[in-house]
């Protein structure tokens, strides 16, 4: 199994709501990334967990809220977002902790719409 | 600071008219240098891994080459299916565990 699943694939929601994103992988990575892409520009690192700790915070609101309940699973928790959030939210893994590097692997993103 | 600039921005090229994607990078200690594809509103397919100058790796029409300061994305004979956006990033040692990733070009293939 070489796929990094995220769901929903589409969620829209309004500033008062509270919602959560998921990503699963299962090829045993022990590095997995919250990324954010707005339209024609390249993903924008939010956070990485190594080893299922927190080990980068990319000066994030906190209205995006992390989580890594296990070594394959990775939660964004959004709570109070503002219209200018909207974008794809992209997961990633890798095979390596983040000091090995090595290829990170996408999965499908969820678009995420603010109203 | 690391930095990764690709060119051009935008290609247009008709089927069968081959041609390459520029990747020019400034890293402390190049860890790794990673090219992906995405098509719209889906997430970037892993394509190639480059450590070393003079390295090379070939996927069907793609070939990816590494020299110390910039990498290229050579296309032969493209097909219509090979439009997307192509993206380039780097790891430096600099960066642990963050891709710098170029602006990517966006690749158009007319029948």
Same mark, same amino acid.
């Given at each position: 199994d070489t796929e990094v699943t995220q769901t929903p694939k589409h969620l829209v929601m309004g500033m008062t709501n509270k919602k959560s994103l998921k990503c699963e992988q299962h090829m045993g990575h022990r590095a997995m990334y919250w990324y954010k892409q707005k339209a024609k520009k390249p993903p924008e690192l939010m956070f990485v967990y190594s080893y299922e700790? #927190? &080990?980068?915070? +990319? &000066?994030?609101? !906190?209205?995006? !809220? %992390? +989580?890594?309940?296990? @070594? &394959?699973?990775?939660?964004? *928790? #959004? *709570?109070? #977002?503002? %219209? +200018?959030? &909207?974008?794809?939210?992209?997961?990633? @893994? @890798? *095979?390596? =902790?983040? !000091?090995? =590097?090595? +290829?990170?692997?996408?999965?499908p993103g969820t678009r995420l719409t603010v109203l | 600071e690391d930095q990764v600039t690709q060119s051009p921005e935008a290609l247009r090229l008709q089927e069968g008219e081959s041609s390459s994607l520029n990747c020019s990078y400034t890293v402390s200690g190049l860890r790794g240098l990673f090219w992906y594809r995405q098509d719209p509103g889906k997430g970037p397919e892993f394509l190639f891994t480059l450590y070393s100058a003079g390295e090379e790796k070939e996927k069907e029409r793609l070939k990816a080459t590494l020299t110390k300061k910039e990498s290229f994305l050579h296309i032969t004979a493209p097909k219509p299916e090979d439009s997307a956006t192509y993206l380039c990033a780097v790891h430096g040692s600099s960066n642990t565990g963050k891709l710098i990733f170029g602006q990517g070009t966006t690749l158009q293939v007319k029948p």
């Amino acid at each position: 199994d070489t796929e990094v699943t995220q769901t929903p694939k589409h969620l829209v929601m309004g500033m008062t709501n509270k919602k959560s994103l998921k990503c699963e992988q299962h090829m045993g990575h022990r590095a997995m990334y919250w990324y954010k892409q707005k339209a024609k520009k390249p993903p924008e690192l939010m956070f990485v967990y190594s080893y299922e700790k #927190l &080990s980068i915070n +990319e &000066s994030v609101p !906190s209205r995006f !809220s %992390p +989580e890594c309940p296990n @070594s &394959s699973l990775l939660n964004l *928790h #959004l *709570h109070a #977002l503002q %219209p +200018e959030d &909207s974008a794809l939210y992209l997961c990633a @893994s @890798s *095979h390596a =902790g983040t !000091s090995g =590097g090595g +290829e990170q692997f996408f999965g499908p993103g969820t678009r995420l719409t603010v109203l | 600071e690391d930095q990764v600039t690709q060119s051009p921005e935008a290609l247009r090229l008709q089927e069968g008219e081959s041609s390459s994607l520029n990747c020019s990078y400034t890293v402390s200690g190049l860890r790794g240098l990673f090219w992906y594809r995405q098509d719209p509103g889906k997430g970037p397919e892993f394509l190639f891994t480059l450590y070393s100058a003079g390295e090379e790796k070939e996927k069907e029409r793609l070939k990816a080459t590494l020299t110390k300061k910039e990498s290229f994305l050579h296309i032969t004979a493209p097909k219509p299916e090979d439009s997307a956006t192509y993206l380039c990033a780097v790891h430096g040692s600099s960066n642990t565990g963050k891709l710098i990733f170029g602006q990517g070009t966006t690749l158009q293939v007319k029948p």
